[in-house]
């Protein structure tokens, strides 16, 4: 098992370009989560999803999308980046039974010109 | 989900046992205690969690409080490989948001 994978690893963009962070799991968990880790802090909830086509609102949702269209799959999208969302993005999922744990992946450093 | 409090930082000699204090005083009966790991700038792990009694296994200890309003984590010999960001979270078992703090920064001295 892969565990959580995320794609890119890495990404530079322009101020205004648009992008699509790859979050997939092969663990078959229900819930999906992606945070946003800036230096020299703590994880912030952006978006999460407990099911496929479902989606919630984290504590930082604004200028960000995301879908889940199959459930093994959560993509977060910047429709106009800005230098504001330069960060480590991290995607997490967990199984819906029980207390579980978070598996996360291993980030995507994105850095907005 | 409640709010946990932990120090910013800590230090702790190698070899010696680091003790990280959690306190969620607001915590619901059906609330879990979870604590993770960060290391440098990799993927937060996951250590041990429990909802009233101690828990132990290969990693580390959590000492639960009676009135569950404060935890602490245990790591009974603490290596040069243990210095991490430590997360407390609180949540119920089956919800969907979970929401981390800011966490202790451990560091351990040679």
């Known amino acids: 098992n892969a565990g959580v994978t995320q794609t890119p690893k890495f990404r530079v963009l322009k101020t205004g370009q648009s992008m699509t962070l790859l979050c997939a799991q092969d663990?078959?968990?229900?819930?999906m989560y992606w945070y946003r880790q800036d230096p020299g802090m703590g994880l912030r909830l952006i978006h999460y999803s407990v099911g496929e086509g479902t989606t919630a609102k984290g504590e930082v949702p604004d200028g960000y999308n995301v879908s889940r269209l199959k459930k093994q799959n959560f993509l977060l999208g910047l429709e106009s980046a800005a230098p504001s969302q330069t960060s480590v993005y991290f995607c997490?999922?967990?199984?819906?039974?029980?207390?579980?744990?978070?598996?996360f992946g291993e980030g995507s450093r994105l850095t907005v010109l | 989900d409640a709010k946990t409090t932990q120090p910013t930082s800590m230090d702790c000699a190698e070899g010696r046992a680091a003790n990280l204090p959690c306190n969620h005083s607001t915590i619901s009966g059906n609330e879990y205690v979870y604590w993770y790991r960060q290391i440098h700038s990799q993927g937060p792990q996951y250590i041990i969690h429990g909802l009233k009694n101690n828990e132990t296994n290969e990693m580390a200890s959590l000492i639960i409080t009676e009135d569950r309003k404060s935890s602490t984590l245990i790591l009974p010999h603490a290596t040069l490989r243990d210095t991490a960001v430590y997360y407390c979270?609180?949540?119920?078992?089956?919800?969907?948001?979970?929401?981390f703090g800011k966490g202790t920064r451990l560091h351990i001295l040679p």
């Open positions: 663990m078959n968990h229900e819930y």
């Open positions: 979270i609180v949540r119920v078992a089956v919800g969907g948001k979970i929401i």
């Open positions: 997490a999922s967990k199984k819906l039974e029980g207390p579980g744990e978070l598996f």
